[in-house]
């Protein structure tokens, strides 16, 4: 019993040492977009602490309606037999918008322990309420659907108003090769629980660079409209001819949930309905300039801007001794598609075949790149004196003033010393004609007489040597054919590295589910699945559709049932992006259907 006692105490020192442990920390949960008219609450959170209620912020354009309600939460973890503690308290203020504009709300202070802490300022948008349109009224005389209202979300048709897939582009004139983001976002006024892409918008006469996309819904004010909106691709695009470059429309399967009012008696609910409809995206077109003729020479095709830089290490060269000069160009453009400079080296100096290593980012929110194009060249002087490698001037077009731009790139020179390798050997006939006690060594007649008898090639050892070259000549043509021939089937190599690849991926979403990242979870999820069959069935993934996958899913030996279960997860992974939060259960039960669908196709031709 004593002993009892003693550990159940040392439980409670621990967890009084590890709640001291925790810094306490105030912030706001930061408040979501809110349509004029309706009520929304402003919530204060304080972690690990405790403080008396702050004091209700004053906001432009809002009410304050009640408040401060409070709540609180306490949680306590064992993880590798280490015991820690967290607590919450939530304060949260309930006010009417009641002008639209930008609402800031201010820091707000707490004394907690003796210390003031105090919140970060933010701000959100008070969006105004829906204009009537032409056709506003729903069937039977119903008002048009709101996003804030799902008694108005009754059953019926879906006008092209409440379902809007887009694409549109962050400018609407680029030159060529000037960098333009291309943005496919959908708005709706319905709950969503699956979305799948038919046909995608085709970017033709583009090189394309995706970009990371968070899929949380923001509300947004549209075309006099109020609609819950989710990015769906963002594209940075780079165009490679002028004129004007129209990406087609995409269509897309969405499933929406509208409700249906049930009498209950003495109280009325709202019971949700699933429908499916088929919808299309824009058509949108982008006017791409040409660039200003006559071009200057030694314009590569380089568009943004850049500088230009040049190394040489080392500095202090010898004969048959290795230096590398490095041609190095940085900034933000086109950097990735840059040309190699033609730089010439003096003779007397070997430079070999020139090495390109590419460091670029997407920089300034996603709208452009950035990053170092380096190209080294690796030089061997093979002669002693002063040379100069010529600077060569990089020329590229900025598109921000219009105009053609040189950098001028100075020249290098160098000295070449005398290296340490050993000098040649001299031929006897270069003996100075002053030293007459050294004389040319002479083969003797009987020795002449046995070297000239003497054939290498009736050696039977030659021949034996002259066989084995000639066999490992044809080994090597062969492999190197084979090696060749495995190469160019770029198609080949992607289904060999398919599940290698698919597994990796799998890894960076169990990270994401183990730290509890939801969002993460589904995008990594759903970028492995929708990776794997892009090159486990050699289509494109922009390609992809529930049609040719099942199609091609069959074709490949996959049962009707494996199939079903491999959609299933695509469905899932595209529905959590409209979908409120799962439980950790949920989210563990979709990664091993991923794996296990995974798994499935990869026994496929094992069986």
């Known amino acids: ?95 009417r918008a009641d002008t639209p504009g930008t609402v800031k709300v201010p820091a707000v202070s707490v004394s907690c322990e003796g210390k003031t802490l105090r919140s970060n300022p933010v701000s959100f948008q008070i969006l105004p309420s829906d204009q009537p349109t032409q056709g506003s009224q729903s069937q039977g005389g119903q008002p048009a659907p709101r996003v804030d209202d799902p008694s108005t979300q009754t059953p019926g048709r879906v006008s092209a108003n409440d379902l809007i897939v887009r694409v549109s582009f962050s400018k609407s004139s680029v030159y060529e090769q000037e960098p333009v983001v291309a943005t496919i976002k959908v708005y709706t006024k319905y709950d969503i629980s699956s979305f799948m892409p038919t046909t995608q918008p085709a970017f033709e006469g583009f090189l394309c660079e995706e970009l990371p996309v968070s899929y949380e819904t923001t509300l947004e004010n549209y075309n006099g409209q109020n609609y819950h ?44 309905i699933e429908r499916q409809v088929t919808t299309s995206s824009n058509a949108a077109s982008l006017q791409v300039k040409a660039l200003p003729q006559p071009a200057p020479a030694g314009f590569n095709g380089a568009v943004g801007s850049f500088t230009v830089s040049t190394t040489l290490e080392p500095e202090l060269m010898r004969t048959n001794e290795a230096s590398v000069y490095s041609y190095i160009v940085k900034g933000r453009g086109n950097i990735k598609y840059l040309a190699e400079p033609g730089v010439q080296f003096p003779a007397g100096i070997d430079a070999y075949t020139p090495k390109t290593d590419i460091d670029a980012s997407i920089t300034g929110g996603g709208t452009n790149m950035a990053g170092t194009f380096k190209t080294d060249y690796t030089i061997v002087p ?81 021949w034996i040597a002259y066989a084995a070259i000639v066999l490992a000549l044809i080994a ?132």
């Open 476 to 607: 090597v043509v062969i492999i190197y054919r084979r090696h060749i021939r495995l190469r160019a089937d770029v198609s080949g190599q992607r289904l060999a590295k398919a599940g290698r690849v698919a597994t990796k991926r799998l890894r960076e979403a169990r990270a994401a589910m183990n730290a509890h990242r939801n969002d993460d979870f589904y995008a990594a999820l759903a970028k492995a699945l929708w990776g794997y069959l892009s090159d486990k069935l050699s289509i494109s993934a922009s390609q992809l559709t529930r049609e040719n996958i099942e199609e091609k899913l069959t074709a490949y030996g996959l049962g009707h049932e494996d199939t079903a279960k491999v959609l299933d997860v695509l469905d899932q992974c595209e529905m959590a992006r409209f979908t409120p939060q799962h439980s950790d259960a949920e989210v563990a039960g979709l990664y091993d259907e991923a794996a296990a669908a995974i798994k499935n196709i990869e026994d496929v031709k094992k069986r």
């Open 229 to 272: 909106t989710a990015v769906l691709k963002r594209l940075l695009l780079y165009p490679q001819k002028e004129g004007k470059l129209t990406v087609n429309s995409g269509k897309y399967d969405v499933t929406i949930v509208q409700y249906e009012t049930v009498n209950m008696g003495f109280f009325r609910t709202q019971r949700p």
């Open 1 to 95: 019993m004593p002993t009892k006692r003693f550990i159940i105490l040392l439980l409670l020192a621990v967890t009084a040492l590890g709640a001291m442990a925790q810094q306490a920390s105030f912030a706001i949960v930061p408040p979501r977009n809110v349509v004029q008219g309706r009520n929304f609450s402003l919530t204060f959170r304080l972690s690990d602490g405790e403080s008396a209620a702050p004091q209700a912020p004053q906001l432009e354009g809002c009410t304050l309606l009640y408040g401060p309600a409070m709540s609180t939460m306490q949680s306590t973890q064992i993880v590798n037999g280490r015991m820690s503690t967290s607590s919450s308290i939530d304060f949260s203020f309930t006010y």
């Open 382 to 462: 093979q002669e002693v004196g002063n040379f100069t490698i010529e600077g060569v001037p990089f020329v590229y077009f900025n598109p921000e003033s219009g105009k053609y731009e040189t950098v001028e790139v100075p020249d290098t020179p160098i000295k070449v010393l005398r290296g340490n390798s050993a000098a040649p050997v001299q031929s006897q006939t270069e003996i100075e004609g002053s030293i007459d006690d050294i004389l040319h060594i002479k083969a003797s007649d009987s020795e002449r007489q046995s070297h000239a008898i003497s054939y290498v090639f009736r050696s039977p050892a030659y």
